[in-house]
Every structure is written in C-alpha cells, then in structure tokens.
C-alpha cells in the first residue's frame, strides 16, 4: 500500500546535529494546512537516523527508510516494514510544487538526507 501527499512548499534547513527537508501544504492564508518533516540526525546514541513526522505524529529511527527514489518532482520513500502510524504504509509518494525555490531545497537536502538510500530515478 502506498500513500500520496502533494505540496506547495519545500524548504531545506540545517540545525545541530539535523539535516531537515520540510514540505508543507499552505493555504491562501499563508497557514499550514498539512506538513511532512524528513529529518537525519547524528548523535551519540543513534549513529545516524532519519525519522518521519507527519502533522505533529513522529515515527522513524535507523531502520525506517529502505530507499528513497527522485525523479522530476516526485519522491518515493520505500518503508523496510509497513507503517502502523500511516495505516500499514509500505511506500510514501511526495510530490511538490515545480519551482526554483522548491528545486533548490530539494536538491540541497535529498542527498543530505537519504545519502546511499537514493536510487534510481533523476536528481
């Protein structure tokens, strides 16, 4: 099973011990309607682990994310083990926005983020 999530905005940020890509999906308003957070972090305890949060719900570590896929405006994260929290998820779809702002975060953070896990695909 495979979840779709479409957004507007993504931005690519870089604190501490965490290299952060962030999509959301904004209203006319400029609000934040929906987000997804893909976040690495290093740390003593967890050598490297990249964890998902979606809408303020957490779930992730070292063994979430058995590969992740770029092509154009589409990324396909591919789950080791289906999600409980996204309902038995194996596979989560993003898309976003096509523009300039959007490319440069995404390409300044996907290699960051998912280093060896990004196959296939054009980045």
């Known amino acids: 099973m495979a979840e779709s999530r479409q957004y507007d905005t993504v931005a690519f940020d870089v604190k501490d011990n965490a ?6 999906k904004t209203t006319d308003e400029g609000d934040i309607s929906d987000y997804l957070l893909l976040m690495r972090t290093v740390d003593d305890d967890f050598n490297e682990s990249i964890y998902v949060e979606i809408n303020d719900q957490q779930f992730g570590g070292h063994n ?3 590969e992740a896929a770029m092509t ?14 996204l309902d038995g998820t194996a596979e989560i779809v993003l ?20 280093g060896d896990r990004l196959v296939g695909g054009n980045a």
């Open 64 to 66: 979430l994310i058995k």
């Open 19 to 24: 290299t952060m890509l962030f999509f959301a």
């Open 72 to 85: 154009g405006n589409v990324l396909t994260l591919r789950l080791h083990e289906p999600a409980a929290e």
């Open 95 to 114: 898309t976003w926005a096509d523009t300039t702002e959007n490319q440069e975060s995404i390409e300044a953070g996907a290699f960051r983020i998912f």
